[in-house]
Structure formats: C-alpha cells, structure tokens
C-alpha cells in the first residue's frame, strides 16, 4: 500500500532520453523497448496515454485500483490520468510500449475520435487481445516507428511522424470496434453528430481532470457552456447513460483507489473527493461499494 498522499505524475517531458529503454521520445511521443525492473513498482499518474504490448510472457497490474493481467499477443491501454502500478511479472516478459499526448491524439483522430472514446472510456477496454494477423502488424508498427520516428534530418519529418502514428491509431480503432461490439455499432454512434460527440468527449476529458469530482452536473456543463439538460441528453445519447451516473462511476472509482492502495484517511478521502462530510461519504460507499469505508479497505466482503 502507497504509504504517500502524493503519487508522481509521469509525463513525456520526465522521460530521460538518455535512457537504454526508451528509443526515442520528443514533447508528445516516447517510443520504449521493455520495463524497468522498478518502473511501475510504486504507483504512479500517467499524464498521457500509455500503449504497451506485450510480445512475450506475463505482467499483473492495477489501473486506477482494478487489476489486470496481459500476456503474450495482448495490447495494454491506460489512459491520461490514471494510476497505474505493477503487482509482478515474468521473468521472460518481453514488452513494447509507445507514450503519446493527449494532444496529439487528439489531433490525430479528429473524426474518429468518437471511436476511440467509446472503447476507452465508454467500454473502458484496458487489455485488447490481438487477433493473430494484427499481433504481427502492431508489433511491425512498433519496430518501424522507432526507427520512421526517430529520423530527424528529413525535410518531412514531422509528416511522417503524424502519418505512421495516425495509421496506427487507425488500425487500433479496426480492431477495437471488430472486437467490442462491431462496426454497425461505431457506424451508428455517427448520426448522433459532431457536436454532441465533441461535448460528451470533453465531458469525459473534464471527468478525467478533475480531482475533486463530486460536483454536480450543472458545473460540469457551465464548464463546457451548455446547459445541465443538454449534457444530460447528450451523455444518454452517446451512451445510453446520464451525466449523473458518469460523475458517480468516476468519483467511485478514485474511491476504490484510495481506500485500497493508499493509507490516506477516510476522511481525509472525503475531503479530497468532495464530500461534505465523513457522514455522507460513508453512505455513499455503501450505495456504491455495498460496504462502508473501513470494510472495503481491509477487503471483507
């Protein structure tokens, strides 16, 4: 257990580039070859997306306080902001993994972006098992774009970085609408429109930002200048689910963490996430957790 309330922040402009391990890396991409023995063995905030396949053996891992396994064949997604910590691997663990901004993603997905959100935050897909053909294909990718990407000296440097990036972006957003619930479903999140796409992704993004989440669905909309109705319909449009419900999974979430990876108090924990008072978040926790505070963190059931 994190016996800190502080938990570092890693970026793309913390990455040494000096390091064995990492093949390259500028302001919005870093590609790495492996993991370090102690990379991940304390938690640490992603403060961009993190994709990491995995060539060979086992890893055991937790993100934002869910655990999960990736072997040999499978794609690990974490996204900005969100904790991560190695529980164990294999000693022939054998690993790729490519950092990227937000803002560059962004950029690079404009259109399908929408597809890319509904996997990540919507499904919330963390491990994608790669079908046989594309394991051979993302791992090609990997291997070509530390060299593509690490090439300065070409008078078209930066096109080519934007073009193999979003090719592979492209070829995760196939395999991701292939494997979670099909192309007519991503077809059919289109006529929605751009505009309620655009306000639920940064919806989503606002979510992800905030620390102290529990706010109502009025402030989240006056952040994104629309009124706590048209989110609402937005949200359920999109998703099928209501803003409110969106605010309690996120700040349910970061509860999950906080009483089982760090020592932080409990109320210490409500003060962080925005309750009024140790009162009501124990109540909270037993709506959303089944279980008050302190039972939740020693792990009865």
């Known amino acids: 257990m994190e016996t800190t309330t502080d938990i570092p922040r890693i970026g793309l402009g913390d990455v040494e580039t000096g390091n064995p391990m990492v093949a390259y890396s500028d302001d919005d991409v870093a590609f790495f070859t492996t993991l370090g023995d102690t990379s991940f063995v304390y938690p640490k905030q992603m403060d961009c997306y993190s994709l990491v396949f995995c060539a060979k ?3 055991q891992f937790t993100l ?3 655990r999960f396994r ?3 064949g ?3 997604i974490c996204p900005p902001r969100t904790i991560v910590q190695q529980e164990s691997k294999s000693s022939d663990l054998q690993c790729r993994g490519i950092l990227i901004s937000d803002r560059l993603l962004r950029s690079l997905m404009f259109r399908q972006l929408d597809y890319w959100n509904r996997a990540v935050f919507i499904r919330r897909t963390r491990v994608l098992t790669l079908p046989p053909a594309s394991r051979n294909a993302i791992s090609g990718f990997y291997s070509l774009g530390q060299y593509v990407i690490s090439e300065r000296r070409g008078l078209f440097h930066r096109e080519i970085r934007t073009s193999y990036l979003r090719i592979m972006l492209l070829e ?3 395999i991701l609408t292939q494997q979670e619930g099909g192309e007519e479903e991503a077809e059919a999140g289109t006529f929605v429109g751009q505009g309620g796409a655009r306000i639920f ?3 989503l993004q606002l979510l992800s930002d905030t620390e102290r989440k529990r706010r109502g669905v009025a402030d989240y909309a006056s952040a994104l200048s629309v009124t706590a109705k048209y989110l609402s319909a937005v949200c359920r449009q999109q998703s099928g689910r209501t803003a409110l419900q969106w605010i309690q999974e996120y700040i349910t979430e970061d509860i999950r963490y906080l009483l089982r990876s760090t020592d932080m108090p409990i109320k210490e924990i409500a003060d962080r996430l925005g309750f009024p008072n140790i009162s009501f978040f124990g109540r909270y926790c037993r709506r959303q957790l089944g279980q008050s505070p302190r039972s939740y963190r020693m ?3």
Do not use: M
Request: contains cysteine; hydrophobic residues 30%.
């Open 57 to 59: 053996g086992d890893l």
């Open 64 to 66: 934002g306080g869910e």
């Open 70 to 72: 990736a072997h040999s």
């Open 74 to 76: 499978q794609l690990v």
């Open 172 to 174: 995760l957003c196939t």
């Open 201 to 203: 992704n940064n919806f």
């Open 299 to 301: 792990g009865e059931q």
